[in-house]
């Protein structure tokens, strides 16, 4: 397995993580737990050792999954996690708002430990921001639970380029995990040139569009009442009708390389920067071992210069997020 270390850290991880949110979360029905631990400790067979959750991901459930699964794995593999969005006392996750009061952090980061069954969270990250507290505080509460052997690295994620600058200056950051795909491009402008700068890795989430760039996705497919890409301007069939464009060029890509789809996105994505790892969602083996072969995709500059100017002629159809849920996560 490839490895890359995330910026200036010295936070070593396989070159492709795994998001696990969609193996309790947002999803109907459920996954199995027994089958789904299964499936993280074939993905530790592997080679991966980078693994995403969050307190809000059920919420609760996806963290004890992921630390029941990796319990037996514990120093060889680097857990995610992450806090500041407000959960009801029922259980119930009020996306309307965020929570990222020091105390709170504090708190979250306890709980999270138990869940994790771990004695320190390998990387923290700010779920979203919150605009009720100065991010210099949110960075300040990290770096006490840094120093007290809670906490090992700092993330934000969705964050802006001044945000990531005023956070790092009270305690340095390890990772910026936000969208990032051929088809959500928004971090090029400033976000990435920041990570560069400050020497800060990236972690891309739905770096496959949230299925779309795989190919198997058309204006045909249907999803169940629960997903979320029901609710996107981008996954209407209209959309994904007119988005073809982007799987075209894929596709084509993909026919001289002998890879899929999905593997020349991931490929495209690896060979932006060397501090860049990809987290792709999966609850399959097929589909886990299809990604893992976009390590052995080598794009030349010649096809990423192919690749630029193509998608540079391609106007994605749909909004990434609707009104309201623009608001809920901030971005």
Not at 54 to 83: M, Q
Not at 170 to 188: C, F, G, K, M, N
Request: proline share 6%; aromatic share 6%; glycine share 8%.
């Amino acid at each position: 397995m490839q490895k890359r270390k995330l910026g200036n850290s010295g936070l070593e991880v396989s070159a492709l993580g795994l998001g696990c949110m969609r193996m309790s979360y947002n999803v109907n029905p459920l996954p199995d737990k027994d089958e789904m631990i299964a499936f993280i400790r074939a993905a530790v067979e592997r080679g991966i050792t980078f693994f995403d959750t969050a307190e809000v991901y059920g919420p609760f459930i996806n963290e004890e999954l992921v630390g029941e699964a990796l319990e037996p794995f514990r120093g060889k593999i680097v857990i995610s996690t992450k806090f500041g969005h407000k959960i009801g006392a029922e259980g119930s996750h009020d996306t309307g708002g965020q929570d990222s009061r020091p105390e709170h952090i504090k708190e979250v980061a306890e709980a999270s430990l138990k869940r994790l069954r771990v004695e320190s969270i390998d990387l923290f990250y700010q779920h979203r921001g919150d605009p009720n507290v100065p991010i210099e505080d949110v960075a300040g509460a990290v770096k006490d639970l840094i120093q007290a052997g809670k906490v090992k690295h700092f993330g934000l994620s969705e964050a802006s380029a001044q945000t990531i600058r005023r956070a790092h200056a009270i305690q340095p950051i390890t990772a910026i995990q936000s969208e990032y795909s051929l088809w959500w491009r928004e971090v090029e402008a400033e976000v990435l040139p920041t990570c560069e700068e400050l020497g800060i890795g990236f972690v891309p989430y739905s770096p496959l569009g949230r299925g779309y760039l795989t190919g198997k996705v058309d204006e045909n497919t249907t999803f169940d009442s629960t997903d979320i890409r029901n609710r996107l301007p981008r996954y209407t069939p209209e959309a994904r009708k007119a988005n073809r464009g982007v799987i075209d060029l894929l596709t084509k890509i993909g026919e001289q390389k002998g890879a899929t789809p999905a593997q020349i996105a991931l490929a495209w994505l690896l060979a932006q920067k060397p501090w860049i790892v990809p987290i792709p969602g999966s609850r399959k083996l097929e589909r886990l071992d299809e990604n893992l072969g976009a390590l052995a995709v080598e794009l030349t500059p010649d096809d990423l210069l192919e690749i630029k100017s193509a998608i540079s002629k391609i106007t994605v159809q749909g909004d990434r997020y609707p009104a309201d849920l623009k608001k809920a996560t901030g971005r």
